[in-house]
């Protein structure tokens, strides 16, 4: 059996709360800001969920962050866009899978569904037919009709339309080469 390793204990130096001296409340929560951006890009939601749980006051918090989106360090309209493009490219997520990583994250409605009227239909489509193409090299010698469920609810899961979805596998089904006839 392994050992369990201890989390490491927090530096009290590091926390001015426990260095005995009253920190200013704005440039503590400050800090959290700053060191929750330098791990990577985060919504507005998501900074105040970092406040929350490190018992920063609600107004102290709402100061700090609005600070922040004047100077352009917090931009949820740029967070969203960023967060459509890369889980797009990386992930193949469709728009419906998109706008719940979106409201996962605390993207209000109206700044997600802006990321995502920059998705393009025919992009949108094509990408599955990259990923089912993709699949489709490590399913054969299945069933057809088992490849075209497996497809199928893996772009389900990818939240992509049924009827695209549906259109998509069985194009490529039927064009596989091991379904053809001699």
């Known amino acids: 059996m392994g050992t369990r390793r201890a989390a490491p204990r927090p530096d009290?130096?590091?926390?001015?709360?426990?260095?005995g001296e009253e920190p200013d409340p704005h440039d503590w929560a400050r800090q959290i800001v700053l060191r929750q951006l330098t791990a990577g890009p985060r919504s507005r939601s998501q900074l105040a969920q970092a406040l929350r749980r490190k018992d920063c006051?609600?107004?102290?918090?709402?100061?700090?962050?609005?600070?922040?989106?004047?100077?352009?360090?917090?931009?949820?309209?740029?967070?969203?866009?960023?967060?459509?493009?890369?889980?797009?490219?990386?992930?193949?997520?469709?728009?419906?899978?998109?706008?719940?990583?979106?409201?996962?994250?605390?993207?209000?409605?109206?700044?997600?569904?802006?990321?995502?009227?920059?998705?393009d239909p025919h992009d949108e489509e094509e990408r599955a037919r990259q990923l089912v193409a993709k699949k489709l090299r490590t399913m054969h010698g299945l069933e057809p009709h088992v490849q075209t469920r497996r497809l199928a609810g893996m772009l389900a899961r990818k939240g992509y339309?049924?009827?695209?979805?549906?259109?998509?596998?069985?194009?490529?089904?039927?064009?596989a080469p091991e379904h053809q006839r001699d």
């Open 161 to 175: 339309d049924g009827e695209v979805a549906m259109r998509v596998v069985r194009e490529a089904v039927r064009d």
């Open 57 to 119: 006051p609600g107004e102290v918090a709402d100061a700090v962050l609005d600070r922040m989106e004047e100077v352009g360090l917090v931009d949820d309209g740029a967070y969203a866009g960023m967060l459509v493009r890369s889980q797009q490219a990386g992930r193949g997520l469709a728009r419906r899978a998109l706008r719940q990583e979106l409201r996962k994250k605390g993207v209000d409605d109206d700044t997600a569904a802006a990321a995502l009227a920059e998705v």
């Open 12 to 19: 009290p130096e590091a926390d001015p709360r426990t260095r």
